[in-house]
């Protein structure tokens, strides 16, 4: 019983400590204090900026550090309509997400001037990347990151398929098979940007690629390979090479 009312006791302690610690402060507590680190619900009673209009939710641990009101301070924190009003007229961006919770979380937005977007490329950026680091369309900048489905169509295009089933940008090993003569080899989406395709093609001369293409039509239903080692009947005899 004495240790039920001692905890009791200090629970009344700390909502009157904190309540007493935010009026020093000019700060308000709107509702009940729980714990130090959940986030807290309170009013500026210098300006009247207050969580509910501002999505400003701070803990006690911060208002502890030294973390006061952002508005009084100079730097108000900025609401969804300020924040989508700011990207379209800044920065010519379409805010496309719901809602704003923070300057740090991914936005879903649309470039206004080409129509890049987050759901169809991989751009979600902070509302901090944009504002602070001005940071902008990926696309208008040349240096949008593709998608898998982006970077299969590419391959393909170049006559390779795609075996990896994730793509995690343009410098990480992919899986892929040449569509000419069946090499699986490992290359960066760079390497073949820069023109490195199949290792094995680029070992045959301009004569071997023009009898692989003549066998390809003679032997249609058949499994040909590039490179004329495969060729048991174009093998010396004596080396077997």
């Known amino acids: 019983m004495c240790n039920k009312k001692g905890a009791a ?69 900025m609401n969804y309509s300020q924040v989508k009003q700011f990207l379209k007229q800044k920065r010519k961006i379409k805010l496309l997400s719901k809602e704003y919770i923070n300057n740090r979380e991914p936005l879903g937005v649309e470039c206004m001037i080409c129509g890049c977007n987050s759901f169809e490329f991989q751009w979600k950026p902070s509302f901090h990347s944009i504002k602070d680091n001005n940071s902008g369309c990926p696309n208008c900048a040349k240096n949008l990151k593709l998608t898998y489905k982006q970077v299969k169509q590419f391959l393909l295009e170049k006559k390779i398929e795609l075996l990896s089933n994730k793509y995690i940008n343009s410098s990480t090993k ?3 098979k040449c569509l000419i ?61």
């Open 9 to 77: 006791d200090k629970k009344t302690l700390d909502n009157n400590y904190v309540k007493q610690f935010l009026k020093k402060i000019k700060l308000e507590l709107l509702e009940p204090y729980i714990i130090s680190k959940l986030p807290l619900k309170i009013k500026c009673l210098r300006c009247n900026y207050n969580s509910f209009d501002n999505n400003w939710f701070p803990s006690f641990n911060n208002l502890q550090q030294g973390h006061g009101c952002p508005n009084c301070s100079g730097k108000p924190r």
């Open 181 to 241: 003569c069946n090499c699986i080899w490992f290359p960066t989406f760079d390497n073949i940007k820069q023109g490195k395709g199949c290792p094995n093609c680029n070992k045959a001369g301009k004569s071997q690629k023009q009898l692989f293409e003549i066998l390809k039509s003679i032997f249609s239903d058949k499994k040909i390979y590039i490179n004329y080692k495969k060729f048991d009947w174009l093998k010396n005899p004596e080396t077997r090479m």
């Open 174 to 176: 992919l899986k892929t």
